[in-house]
């Protein structure tokens, strides 16, 4: 099984023999099927090799991890000629990870700690008889601060009103639908009453080279329409 690094540019050659056709002729692709999407790559075709060049697939298909296994194929099409003469399972190689941590020197280290003290001297007349005047003035503090506590308050709620009011007024945001890939095809022929994979994978293929555009899963689906009445 063939390892692929998925943050690294990658590059494929395939040895080839050509017969019965001219390679300019042909076209070909490289496809990754992850989670019944396919991502196509062009392939280079010359008299006896055929190169692909794959950007780090990190970049371009999300959640990939580690371990996770790719299955690949290489497509040949032209002139009403389909043709996938290899398919491969790639499996993720995991990415070279560094992690650098600054060691703590004063760790086991006794600190210097400062304490300061203060002594408060009073008077005997100064226990017996508290300042009125000082805790008038603290009571006063402490009003003013809890006023203003609660202005800042209310202007919050006030806020997060708005913000909810604003996100209820916002529409749901619309349904994807999920794309037309090979395996809906098989699906959708398995549905019509057509069970066998064979023929399935007949039919497909001959949906392919009768399509106008290859690549375009949904007008092969109307091929593959198209044959099912017949």
């Known amino acids: 099984m063939l390892k692929i690094n998925i943050n690294e540019r990658s590059n494929l050659d395939f040895e080839v ?3 019965g056709i001219e390679h300019k002729k042909l076209n070909s692709r490289l496809r990754f099927i992850v ?3 396919e991502y196509g790559f062009p ?3 010359d008299e006896k090799t055929m190169s692909v060049e794959v950007p780090p697939l990190s970049e371009i298909i999300k959640d990939l991890e580690s371990g996770q296994k790719l299955e690949a194929k290489l497509e040949i099409f032209g002139e009403g000629l389909y043709l996938n003469p290899w398919t491969e399972n790639l499996i993720i190689e995991p990415p070279v990870e560094v992690k650098v941590k600054l060691k703590d020197k004063t760790k086991g280290r006794s600190r210097a700690k400062l304490v300061t003290k203060i002594n408060e ?3 005997d007349s100064e226990k017996k008889e508290p300042d009125k005047k000082a805790s008038e003035q603290t009571k006063e503090i402490k009003e003013q601060v809890n006023e203003k506590v609660d202005q800042k308050i209310k202007g919050m709620e006030s806020l997060i009103d708005g913000l909810l009011g604003e996100a209820k007024k916002k529409p749901a945001p619309p349904q994807r639908k999920s794309p037309i890939t090979e395996e809906s095809i098989f699906k959708y022929m398995g549905s019509a009453g057509l069970k066998n994979k064979r023929i399935q ?3 497909l293929n001959k949906a392919k080279a009768t399509a106008e555009n290859f690549d375009d899963m949904k007008q092969v689906l109307v091929e593959v329409k198209k044959i099912l009445k017949r």
């Open 17 to 19: 023999e050509i017969h």
């Open 43 to 45: 392939v280079e075709i």
């Open 201 to 203: 994978e007949v039919i």
């Open 121 to 123: 001297f009073t008077s």
């Open 35 to 37: 989670n019944e999407i």
